[in-house]
């Protein structure tokens, strides 16, 4: 089955740190064009950072030099590092597989940062 899933969410205090991952069951991973997006009660979905086949980044501002991208081809899995977290950053984040043929979503894993 062609999904993608996330873990790795969960409660930090301020100032913490916690790792998202996001496993692809794809064909060709290294094709796909990567994502992290996240969703707070009440707003929009909206981009954290994606990550293209090249390994080229692209953040929002609101995580720039806090949050970091990656991705592991031979795994084909991404992850997202976030750093001093803080409680606007509380949200659920989902994972995106993207490519000329599929436009996949995960499930989404909960982040929450108290304060």
């Known amino acids: 089955q062609v999904q993608v899933v996330e873990s790795g969410g969960g409660l930090v205090h301020s100032g913490g740190s916690l790792r998202l991952s996001c496993a692809a069951s794809?064909?060709?991973?290294?094709?796909?064009?990567m994502g992290w997006y996240r969703q707070a009660p009440g707003k929009q979905r909206e981009l954290v950072a994606t990550v293209t086949s090249g390994g080229r980044t692209n953040y929002a501002d609101s995580v720039k030099g806090r949050f970091t991208i990656s991705r592991n081809n031979a795994k084909s899995t991404v992850y997202l590092q976030m750093n001093s977290l803080k409680p606007e950053d509380t949200a659920v984040y989902y994972c995106?597989?993207?490519?000329?043929?599929?436009?996949?979503w995960g499930q989404g894993t909960q982040v929450t940062v108290s304060s």
């Open positions: 794809v064909s060709f991973f290294s094709m796909y064009v």
């Open positions: 995106n597989a993207n490519s000329s043929r599929y436009d996949l």
